[in-house]
C-alpha cells in the first residue's frame, strides 16, 4: 500500500520509515523488537485500529513453543486472537489438519504464510504460492474476495 500511494519506492524506503517509527516512544510499545506491553494490550490496540490478528506458524518448532489444541485454549482465554496461520511449510499433514479444525471449531480465520521476509531471502525461504482460498476468510476480512 505504501508504494501504491508513492509513500516509499522500494524495500528500503519501508525500512526507513519503519525503523524512523520505531525511535518514536509510543510506536516503540507495539514493536515486537522492543515489546514493553502484555501482548493482549497490543491485540487490543491493534484491534481498535480494525486490525485482524492471527498466530503465525504455531508448529513451528525449534526454539518456539508448538501450540496445540490445550496451548491454543490457554492462548485464547488470554489474548483474543482472530485466526491461526494453519498453513505453513513445516507443519505436517497432521498439524495442518489439527489448526484447520481448531480454527472451525473455535471460529477463527485461517492463514498461509511462507516466512520469507523481504525480497533477499535465500532459494530454499522462497515464497511459497499457496492458493487464495485457503486464507479466503483472512482475505474477505480486508475486502479481498476470493472466487
Do not use: W
Not at 12 to 28: C, K, M, P, R, T
Not at 46 to 57: D, E, F, I, S
Not at 98 to 124: E, F, M, N, P, R
Amino acid at each position: 500500500m505504501l508504494r501504491q500511494h508513492d509513500y516509499v519506492k522500494d524495500e528500503e524506503g519501508f525500512i526507513s520509515i519503519y525503523d524512523g517509527l520505531v525511535a518514536n516512544e509510543l510506536i516503540q510499545a507495539y514493536d515486537p523488537r522492543v515489546m514493553t506491553n502484555e501482548l493482549a494490550t497490543v491485540v487490543e490496540a491493534a484491534h481498535q485500529c480494525g486490525a485482524t490478528c492471527v498466530l503465525a506458524h504455531p508448529g513451528r518448532g525449534g526454539m518456539y513453543p508448538v501450540y496445540d489444541p490445550s496451548l491454543l485454549d490457554q492462548l485464547l482465554a488470554e489474548i483474543p486472537i482472530d485466526g491461526i496461520e494453519a498453513y505453513y511449510p513445516t507443519h505436517s499433514p497432521e498439524q495442518r489438519e489439527s489448526y484447520l479444525a481448531y480454527a472451525q471449531q473455535h471460529g477463527l480465520v485461517v492463514s498461509s504464510g511462507s516466512d520469507s521476509h523481504g525480497l533477499k531471502v535465500s532459494t530454499d525461504q522462497a515464497p511459497i504460492k499457496y492458493p487464495a482460498h485457503l486464507s479466503q476468510q483472512l482475505l474477505a476480512r480486508v475486502g479481498i474476495r476470493v472466487q
